[in-house]
């Protein structure tokens, strides 16, 4: 097998199309089942225990796990653009922009 190096042409070879195509439909049938499984267990937990202290608990628990899954998903997909955006050349040369990170201070105030 040949060496895998930077250049673009030479990584395009190095890749296995048969097998990256086998992991994908792995990837989109887990992502399926995960999904299914989420949607079903509030309705599940409804009918088994609806008017029960235990149900009221439950679905606070799952709305509160899928909120933060959500909050975690956006911060790992939009604070590096935010960093990076703000720390452009023509932004960061600037006074306030050069001497603190802005994009952090603005997301945690917000969680807070």
């Not at 989109?28 to 008017?51: D, E, H, K, N």
């Not at 050349?89 to 945690?108: E, T």
Request: net charge neutral; aromatic share 10%.
């Amino acid at each position: 097998m040949t060496e895998c190096m930077t250049d673009l042409a030479q990584a395009a070879a190095c890749r296995n199309g048969t097998t990256a195509a086998h992991l994908k439909v792995i990837s989109i049938f887990m992502i399926f089942v995960t999904s299914v499984t989420g949607v079903c267990a509030p309705v599940t937990l409804a009918r088994y225990f609806q008017g029960k202290s235990l149900y009221n608990i439950a679905i606070l628990l799952i709305k509160c796990f899928a909120a933060g899954v959500i909050l975690a998903t956006s911060l790992v997909h939009v604070l590096p653009d935010a960093f990076a955006a703000l720390s452009d050349c023509q932004v960061a040369s600037q006074h306030p922009w050069k001497d603190f990170p802005f994009a952090g201070l603005v997301i945690f105030t917000h969680l807070s």
